[in-house]
């Protein structure tokens, strides 16, 4: 059954340097999408990919976030300048079309010390 | 906004017992689809169930179905026959539907669920 993979599992970095969180959607997915949960509080909607473009984003996607589909089969997230704060359960998701099911990849635990 | 609401933090079952979970959400929408996803401590996200709003119908997987009251904007979660395996965060979700490109869900909160042998 195709899934969505994201790399790393997990991913310990220092405060002010820059991750990538790389994610493999479906390959006939055409929407994509990334989710943050801070351990013990609920998930939380990041941005919506679509057409190579963002169609929506959240308050918590400011500047230091952006994301990239490089080569029509990765979708990464950037974050420039990591915080303390940034340290959470990341979460990529595709589908292909309206009214189909969202399904989620595994997720990337960041932690930034 | 939506938003939708898990106003149980915690619950508990016991084995083979049935357990039902509570949501509840706020939309003016008429077209829209709602979700159960379970969160086990991997803490990936598995779909649990789904249902449309425009279906009357209730929708149910295996051990698993809803309860889907819309004029009550009530969508619980039952689970039969529950299974040790079934200890997880629970969480109900809401998308938006037509033709909306973003559709990003709207989580609650969550419900742990534990299931006492």
């Known amino acids: 059954e195709p899934e969505v993979t994201q790399t790393p599992s997990h991913q310990v970095t220092q405060m002010g340097q820059e991750v990538i969180l790389r994610c493999v959607p479906i390959?006939?997915?055409?929407?994509f999408y990334w989710y943050r949960q801070i351990l013990g509080q609920k998930v939380e909607f990041l941005v919506s990919f679509y057409n190579n473009e963002i169609s929506e984003k959240s308050e918590i996607f400011d500047d230091q976030f952006s994301v990239e589909r490089p080569d029509g089969s990765n979708f990464t997230l950037k974050i420039r300048s990591t915080k303390l704060e940034d340290s959470a359960m990341y979460f990529c998701a595709s589908r292909r079309g309206t009214g189909a099911i969202q399904y989620f990849g595994a997720g990337t635990r960041l932690s930034v010390l | 906004a939506q938003t939708v609401t898990q106003s149980q933090p915690e619950m508990s079952v016991q084995e083979a017992e049935t357990v039902t979970l509570s949501c509840t959400y706020d939309t003016s929408e008429s077209d829209y689809y709602l979700f159960w996803y379970k969160q086990p401590p991997s803490r990936q996200m598995i779909l649990v169930i789904r249902?449309?709003?425009?279906?009357?119908q209730n929708a149910t997987e295996n051990r698993f179905s809803v309860n889907f009251q819309k004029a009550a904007k009530s969508f619980s979660l039952k689970i039969s026959d529950s299974q040790l395996g079934d200890a997880a965060m629970y969480f109900c979700?809401?998308?938006?539907?037509?033709?909306?490109?973003?559709?990003?869900?709207?989580f609650g909160p969550g419900t742990r669920l534990s299931v006492l042998p």
């Open positions: 249902q449309e709003a425009y279906k009357q």
């Open positions: 390959s006939n997915h055409l929407y």
């Open positions: 979700a809401y998308r938006s539907g037509g033709d909306n490109y973003g559709q990003n869900f709207v």
